[in-house]
Each structure stands twice: as structure tokens, then as C-alpha cells.
């Protein structure tokens, strides 16, 4: 019996053995490689581009009128999606640009001020830079909403006091 044993033993171990790689791994090495978009198509008439017909009429200019409950809105969205990089205040200093990445474009800058609403909605849609496109991430109107809360807080940087009345100017001059 202890034959057999030592007998189905050997022949584990053989097997075994036979089994395991006799040299060191092989080196494998990572390319990096960017993914490049596909060059532009023209798109076929009657055919929708992105998303429904609905939504894509979502997006059309003007947008929807600003009310206290979008500009609400578009600040929780931006708060949510673009402070990372843009900052609480617009300046493009939020806490991934203290971490290393590419920082954005100061929505104070003359250039960023004089974008109407449908440019920033078409960057929000489409990316731009390094920006990656939220149009599978968010909804028209939410891009409505960030859009005209990026307005608001680029008036709000750059309104002059002395405009302000008077209960404000108090609550902001020193």
C-alpha cells in the first residue's frame, strides 16, 4: 500500500514539475498610447448626431430663461463636476490643479467673460483641451444651469461696488 502511495506521490510531483515554467517570466513592456479621436465625418441628412432629436433641441440657443432655481442648480452641478478643476470661485485653482494637473483657463479673464452662455454649454458638451465631454454624464439643461451659474460668478467678481445698493456695498467693503 505505502507503494502505491509513494508511487501516486512521485507522479503528482512529476506532474507538477512538468507543469511549472523552468525560466524567469518574460519581460513585458506597456507602450503608452494615446487614443486619438476619429477625424470628422460629415453626418448623413436626417440622421441625429448624439442622443435624441429631443435632446439636441434641449441644447439649442438661446437655452432656458435664468431663474433663481437654475442658477441654484447650475451652482450645485458646478460645485460637483467642475470645482475639481476650475475652483469655488472660477479662478481654475481647484484641488486637482494643486495636485499636478493642467490647470483651466480663469473664467475672469476677458476672454472667458466674453463667451455667451451657447459657447460654454458646447465646451461642457464637447470638451475642449484636456477637458474631457460630459454630454454622456449630464443632462442639457443641468449644462443650461453651470452655464449661466459660470455668468453669474463671472459678474459677480467683476461688478463694480460703488453699483451695489447700499444694504450690499455694507456687507462687502471693509
Not at 503608452?32 to 477625424?39: A, D, I, K, L
Not at 475672469?108 to 454622456?136: C, K, W
Not at 443632462?139 to 461696488?161: E, T
Amino acid at each position: 500500500m505505502n507503494s502505491w502511495i509513494s508511487l501516486i506521490i512521485t507522479a503528482a510531483l512529476g506532474f507538477l514539475a512538468a507543469s511549472c515554467d523552468a525560466g524567469p517570466p518574460e519581460k513585458t513592456t506597456i507602450s503608452s498610447t494615446r487614443v486619438r479621436p476619429e477625424p470628422y465625418t460629415a453626418i448623413p441628412a436626417g440622421a441625429v448626431p448624439r442622443g435624441t432629436g429631443e435632446e439636441i433641441a434641449h441644447l439649442a440657443p438661446p437655452g432656458p430663461a435664468i431663474s433663481q432655481a437654475l442658477l441654484t442648480r447650475g451652482r450645485e452641478r458646478y460645485d460637483a463636476f467642475c470645482a475639481p478643476c476650475h475652483g469655488y470661485a472660477g479662478y481654475g485653482d481647484g484641488v486637482v490643479v494643486q495636485r499636478g494637473f493642467p490647470a483651466p483657463p480663469s473664467f475672469h479673464s476677458a476672454q472667458q467673460q466674453a463667451l455667451p452662455r451657447a459657447r460654454i454649454v458646447e465646451v461642457i458638451t464637447n470638451g475642449f483641451g484636456v477637458m474631457y465631454p460630459f454630454a454622456d454624464r449630464m443632462p442639457p439643461r443641468d449644462r443650461w444651469a453651470i452655464a449661466s451659474y459660470v455668468k453669474a460668478l463671472q459678474l459677480s467678481q467683476s461688478f463694480p461696488i460703488d453699483r451695489l445698493p447700499n444694504d450690499l456695498r455694507s456687507q462687502v467693503e471693509p
